[in-house]
């Protein structure tokens, strides 16, 4: 169960090997988190992260998840529920594309869509229902800043967000009332494997702090988080900037 | 009337065994934090408790009263509440007794689910009062029997299932045990939680009283070691005690406070003329508006709680004896206002209650000097000393100092703050209060409640299923 701070005491993050998964899973088994199931592609990178976590403490069990393979959802994650309550659901998977290269390869922009969007469509449902049924828990959702307005540079991962960002808050809505709370965070430029070799946008961001904002958020039962905080202002502004300028901004 | 083919469980819903069931409906303790969905359940008889523990479901069910346990201990996510208010009838009155001593004694029989504020609206004009009554009336019989509470008068009384005389529990069999005192059952209970059975009534012993009203001295304390000073030289003299600490006082006025004690306030202590003279067993508690339903956050911030703790402070007399006040005043000034729990606003707050036993008033004072050095904005501390333990296995009073305080739950790092004085507390061999729990780390149970394992065990035996669970049963392992 989660604690009056919102703090879960079970975890399971969809995306085992990511970077702000395991910067939120470590912040939250350094609080009350003891048993953590990490979600990911069977590979020597889903073991290492599972050790990390148990060298805190936590009890950490790895299962067999592939974004890519929507009919094996129902069965790989509806077995991690009945084996106990998960009072937080981290769907933290998501890949950036190449877009340059993207824009080329139709296929590979696909697998961009599908991973982000398809593969969180029907892994965010099969989670929500399972939270359903045990009256309570959180789905936290990591979308983007890059959802808010498809950018030139980025569109086709910024239109997978959106799309998941669309999917995200249509489903908190859904479960209103039900006992699971949806969460929806939206991180500016995080500095991590993903972006390397990238140049920063302004008001980059980490890891750490993208984990330390979902913790706030959990504390405040938060629908929607940005960060950095700032990022609301600024995205609203762009959001509404026109087209003609928008496209002419170096972003 | 169990219906056992098929045919039959169709018809179940109309039939007069099944109690009314709400859709599935989001439930919170009175701190209104991580609130989750449950079914509710509301039984009107013993007949319809019984169906409905049947019936709950695989995630089980849990008995809830008038919802003011703090944290999660009367909810159950996907599961069932068995909402026991409509079980609700006072049965017996007995006032032909006579206790030990020769002096008048008297019990009253009554189902669960009734109140103690209907318990003295009913007692009070016959001239008896309720043996213990926590800050609020508005807890049911069957919860002040489940978290085993205690009142000022703990120093003189013990806890409130220490007057009970017998009760009857539906246990996960579906079976009804008229338990009292030394029984494992009945002991188990007492502060179980609900976990052991749904309390369906109990005999309960009262106290006689001459006039509803109180009378109570008022007197000042500078500071933490004045207080503890005092409350350890007088308290024995009063049966009510209790003070009210400024816990955002620091410094050389770190810890003070304002002691109220009092008894109930014979006939001829009523002046010959006063109004109260006509009918000195009259309970009219008064009532304000409800606070409103939606509050901003932060209303209770470190300024307005300081300049209402300093206005409080300075408004007590330095020293006043005999003032005459009425029970709802002296007992439950929060009562006048319905729904003061939602001056937190929606992110709620969380109480912290613990003892610390006699001997160990130097992890007391590191405590609050923690506390006030801190700045956690509570605007009602409470300070009190506890008498003897009661039997319950895990009733919280042992004999010690206890503070309790409530805090906003949104204050930043509140939750690592409080693991911090949970180790200190675990350290001098205290213990913090599960009926007012929210947060507590399930490892920290076991050294602060000696008999866990019995109770477990106990459990284990009558409930194999794990029928009764709650929120709190499964954050804490119970």
Known sequence: MKDAFGTPQSLLVLGGTSEIGLATARRLVARRTRTVWLAGRPSPALEKAAAGLRDMGADVKTVAFDALDPESHEESLGKIFTEGDIDMVLLAFGVLGDQARDEDEPLAAVRVAQTNYTGAVSAGLVCARALQSQGHGSLVVLSSVAGERARRSNFIYGSSKAGLDAFAQGLGDALHGTGVHVMVVRPGFVRSKMTAGLEEAPMATTPDAVAAAIETGLRRRSETVWVPGALRLVMSALRHAPRPVFRRLPL | ?478
């Open chain 2, 1 to 478: 009337m169990p219906a056992d083919s098929p045919a039959d469980s169709r018809t179940r819903a109309s039939a007069p065994t099944s109690a009314p069931t709400s859709p599935a409906v989001s439930v919170s303790g009175w701190g209104r934090t991580a609130p989750t969905t449950a079914m509710l359940v509301r039984p009107r008889t013993q007949e319809e408790a019984a169906a409905a523990v049947r019936e709950c479901g695989e995630r089980g069910g849990i008995a809830r009263g008038l919802g003011r346990a703090y944290g999660d201990a009367a909810q159950n996510a996907g599961g069932a509440v068995f909402d026991m208010t409509g079980l609700d009838r006072i049965r017996v009155i007995d006032t032909t007794r006579t206790s030990d001593t020769g002096a008048p004694a008297a019990t009253v029989v009554c189902d669960a689910g009734v109140s103690l504020h209907h318990l003295m609206e009913v007692l009070l004009p016959l001239g008896w009062f309720v043996p213990v009554t926590p800050g609020t009336r508005y807890v049911t019989v069957g919860g002040a029997i489940g978290a085993d509470i205690h009142g000022k008068n703990h120093h003189v009384s013990g806890s409130f299932s220490r007057h009970v005389l017998a009760m009857d529990v539906l246990t996960a069999d579906g079976t009804v045990r008229t338990v009292g005192p030394g029984d494992a059952l009945f002991d188990a209970t007492a502060g179980g939680m609900g976990l052991t059975g749904v309390i369906l009534s109990a005999t309960v012993q009262l106290l006689p009283v001459e006039t509803s009203l109180m009378a109570v001295d008022t007197e000042r304390a500078t500071d933490l070691d004045d207080l503890m000073a005092r409350l350890t030289a007088t308290d024995h003299r009063y049966r009510y005690s209790v003070a009210w600490i400024d816990l955002l006082a620091r410094g050389a006025a770190m810890g003070r406070s304002v002691l109220t004690r009092g008894d109930h306030a014979p006939l001829d202590a009523l002046p010959e003329r006063a109004r109260a003279r006509r009918a000195p067993l009259a309970f009219r508690p008064g009532q304000l508006p409800a606070a409103p339903s939606f509050l901003p956050e932060g209303l209770l911030g470190k300024a307005s709680v300081g300049l209402f703790n300093e206005l409080w402070y300075r408004k007590a007399p330095r020293s006043r004896t005999g003032e005459l006040q009425k029970i709802s005043t002296f007992f439950h000034p929060l009562d006048g206002v319905p729904h003061w729990n939602r001056v937190y606003g929606r992110s709620g707050f969380v109480q912290y209650q613990f003892v610390v036993g006699y001997g160990k008033e130097e992890a007391l004072r590191h405590i609050v000097r923690r506390i006030s050095e801190r700045g956690c904005p509570s605007f009602l501390a409470v300070l009190k000393r506890f008498g003897e333990s009661d039997p319950g296995w895990l009733s919280f009073p042992m004999p010690g100092w206890t503070l309790a305080l409530d805090i906003p739950a949104n204050l930043p790092g509140l939750g690592a703050f409080l693991d911090e004085l949970d180790e200190e507390v675990a350290a001098a061999d205290g213990r913090v209060y599960l009926a007012k729990d929210s947060r507590l780390r399930p490892e920290m149970l076991a050294a602060m409640y000696p008999r866990l394992d019995d109770f477990r065990a106990l459990r284990a035996e009558l409930d194999p299923r794990g029928v009764f669970r709650s929120d709190l049963s499964r954050r804490l392992t119970l």
